[in-house]
């Protein structure tokens, strides 16, 4: 609610309460009144028909519209509404979020991962305003050719193991970090069959892997069979 509206001395509220009836100038009791659970939404629509004088919706080209409201009294509060949209490309950030699915979808990122990741960055799905969903991952990976024979699905491994999420919440860091780390061959591991990267739950390798994260070492290598190269940290 603006801070600088002031309504009207005569326009009143009236609202009822636990066997009481009364009435009260809206002036300065407007926050309490809109978040008492006692308030009904019918009221919260009468009181909103007594503060707003008119809405304009600029719907714009892609999935943000603006709102401007016209409070009664002459304040103007401008607003940004996140819009459901048919396809991607409809989104404001579509394109740079399609090259970035994109490019975890080739470091063999699975999609509900690359979805959690996208999230992460602001970025939304077209019917959702608040997420990437990892349908639309996976109908984007699909449809650029990029398979992965089968998803990984992270309750099947033994608990000796640790998918990326998962070391990644135990050293809270961000998982796409992780992920970098192997596409740029700083970090080497073996990939499974089923497209996954599985990690040893060992305090060896998850402080190995702190190592890298803290500029420690330069390189770590964790793949079963490993080449004796300067400059790695084998573990």
């Given at each position: ?43 919260r ?14 719907r ?30 409809k ?48 109908r ?62 060992s305090?060896s ?31």
């Open positions: 609610m603006p801070s600088k509206f002031r309504p009207s001395p005569s326009c009143k509220w009236r609202w009822a309460k636990p066997s009481t009836a009364r009435s009260s100038p809206l002036s300065g009791r407007l926050p309490q009144i809109w978040a008492d659970v006692a308030t009904p939404d019918a009221h629509k009468a009181l909103l028909r007594c503060l707003v004088e008119k809405v304009v919706l600029d714009g080209e892609h999935d943000v519209a603006v709102a401007r409201i016209v409070w009664r009294g002459g304040a103007v509060t401008e607003l940004e509404v996140k819009m459901k949209v048919n396809s991607v490309a989104l404001t950030r579509g394109e740079e979020m399609r090259a970035r699915l994109l490019d975890l979808a080739i470091a063999g990122m699975p999609d509900d991962e690359i979805a959690a990741v996208l999230t992460q960055e602001g970025h939304r799905s077209p019917n959702c305003a608040e997420k990437v969903l990892p349908i639309t991952v996976q984007i990976r699909l449809g650029a050719g990029i398979r992965i024979m089968t998803q990984r699905n992270r309750w099947t491994h033994k608990a000796t193991s640790l998918s990326a999420t998962q070391l990644a919440a135990r050293l809270n860091i961000p998982v796409n970090w992780i992920y970098v780390q192997i596409r740029q061959k700083r970090l080497l591991i073996d990939r499974q069959p089923t497209g996954a990267y599985l990690f040893q739950n305090p390798v998850i402080n190995a892997v702190r190592d890298l994260r803290n500029h420690t070492i330069r390189h770590l290598d964790l793949r079963i069979i490993q080449p004796q190269q300067e400059g790695y940290q084998h573990v």
